[in-house]
């Protein structure tokens, strides 16, 4: 006998709404709400907003809280700010990626992570295992609805009168009200756009999530949100990576790798070696039009393998596109490669947005 699988707390208004869903690693995930095009436009010219239940968010506390997160973690968090939120890789010794996620910084001695992995605490005991700190996930108690598209500041803002202009890109802030529901609000996303994310107590999420309706957010699942993702050269845990087989430089990760003096983490000098020459880069392919190769699909160049193909997908702006991971002498831009018989073209990692204009607008 298995167990039943999780579903959302907002599971029941999303299937009300139309909702298709499917289960992923024994978590019920929204697929679409029977119009993914439609969904995906509006992330890229209105609002849309997604249910991201399931990610797991830790409460980190204690006078040790700041060492043992830095010990596995690549990005510098002797710098960071309070309420400020920084993204990066969580490696082993030798430098492999087993998550990313981010860290938010409460106050001293006190911060949330979200992260892919549900055994985030293990991996933090595993390399501080004499850290005076406490770790509870509290991910049935955080729901998060994640608002993205170029109108949601101006549609939240509608909501509330907290200043959404005054909060800035990967910044935070806590009991902001929105439709009267007091919420966690974080500038940070997962579309290539401007957004936001927002956690309310879980008794009152279908309550939000039903007023953003009414003002205009479009509920999305997955597959819009998958297409955005691709465009914005953004990585996906069990799609782009599996734990302990690539590094940090492999997935495009290079500005969430610090080597500051300041801080110390397992993997360090491992990846201070490769760090002027990476062998892998995370590229987008410009795919021929026709039946789109699958995840997992070698890429060729002269008839030799030079790189895997991750996510495929066929973007209504672009046309068939797909994240690729790709040998260095292989990756530069506007060279013609092979995948699946097809020919192909390496494009830049966000093929949507390169230097990452419209998030930070």
């Known amino acids: 006998m298995t167990d039943a699988p999780i579903h959302s707390v907002l599971f029941d208004?999303?299937?009300?709404?139309?909702?298709?869903f499917d289960d992923f690693g024994g978590w019920i995930w929204t697929l679409d709400?029977?119009?993914?095009?439609?969904?995906y436009e509006s992330l890229r010219s209105g609002a849309g907003m997604w249910d991201v239940y399931a990610l797991n968010k830790w409460h980190v506390t204690g006078p040790d809280a700041q060492a043992a997160l830095q010990r596995g973690f690549t990005n510098n968090l002797a710098t960071?700010?309070?309420?400020?939120?920084?993204?990066?890789?969580?490696?082993?010794?030798?430098?492999?990626?087993?998550?990313?996620?981010?860290?938010?910084?409460?106050?001293?001695?006190?911060?949330?992570?979200?992260?892919?992995?549900?055994?985030?605490?293990?991996?933090?005991?595993?390399?501080?295992?004499?850290?005076?700190?406490?770790?509870?996930?509290?991910l049935p108690e955080m729901p998060l609805v994640s608002v993205q598209g170029p109108r949601s500041r101006e549609i939240l803002q509608s909501l509330s009168d907290f200043d959404f202009s005054s909060l800035r890109y990967f910044k935070f802030t806590e009991f902001v009200t929105?439709?009267?529901?007091?919420?966690?609000?974080?500038?940070?996303?997962?579309?290539?756009?401007?957004?936001?994310?927002?956690?309310?107590a879980r008794a009152?999420?279908?309550?939000?999530?039903?007023?953003?309706?009414?003002?205009?957010?479009?509920?999305?699942g997955f597959n819009a949100i998958d297409i955005a993702r691709i465009e914005a050269g953004l990585i996906v845990f069990e799609f782009e990576y599996e734990p302990g087989q690539l590094t940090p430089f492999d997935l495009g990760m290079d500005r969430m790798v610090?080597?500051?003096?300041?801080?110390?983490?397992?993997?360090?000098?491992?990846?201070?070696?490769?760090?002027?020459?990476?062998?892998?880069?995370?590229?987008?392919?410009?795919?021929?039009?026709?039946?789109?190769?699958d995840g997992g699909s070698e890429v060729t160049k002269g008839g030799q393998v030079v790189g895997t193909l991750t996510s495929p997908t066929n973007s209504p702006r672009f046309g068939p596109i797909a994240l690729a991971i790709m040998e260095?002498?292989?990756?530069?831009?506007?060279?013609?490669?092979?995948?699946?018989?097809s020919t192909a073209t390496v494009a830049d990692l966000s093929i949507f947005d390169p230097t990452k204009v419209k998030p930070r607008a």
């Open 13 to 20: 208004v999303q299937e009300r709404q139309g909702g298709t």
């Open 33 to 39: 709400f029977g119009d993914v095009l439609g969904e």
């Open 80 to 138: 960071q700010q309070v309420g400020q939120v920084r993204y990066g890789a969580f490696v082993n010794d030798s430098g492999l990626l087993m998550d990313e996620g981010t860290i938010y910084k409460r106050s001293e001695g006190s911060y949330f992570a979200f992260t892919n992995t549900e055994t985030f605490d293990a991996f933090v005991r595993e390399h501080s295992p004499n850290a005076d700190v406490t770790m509870i996930n509290r």
């Open 178 to 200: 929105i439709a009267g529901i007091e919420v966690f609000i974080s500038r940070t996303g997962f579309s290539g756009e401007l957004g936001y994310e927002l956690v309310p």
């Open 204 to 220: 009152e999420a279908e309550q939000l999530w039903l007023a953003l309706a009414d003002a205009g957010v479009k509920p999305v």
């Open 258 to 293: 610090s080597f500051a003096p300041e801080i110390d983490y397992v993997g360090k000098d491992a990846l201070h070696k490769i760090a002027s020459e990476p062998p892998r880069r995370l590229k987008t392919l410009r795919l021929e039009a026709g039946e789109l190769p």
């Open 328 to 341: 260095t002498a292989s990756a530069d831009n506007d060279t013609v490669v092979n995948v699946g018989g």
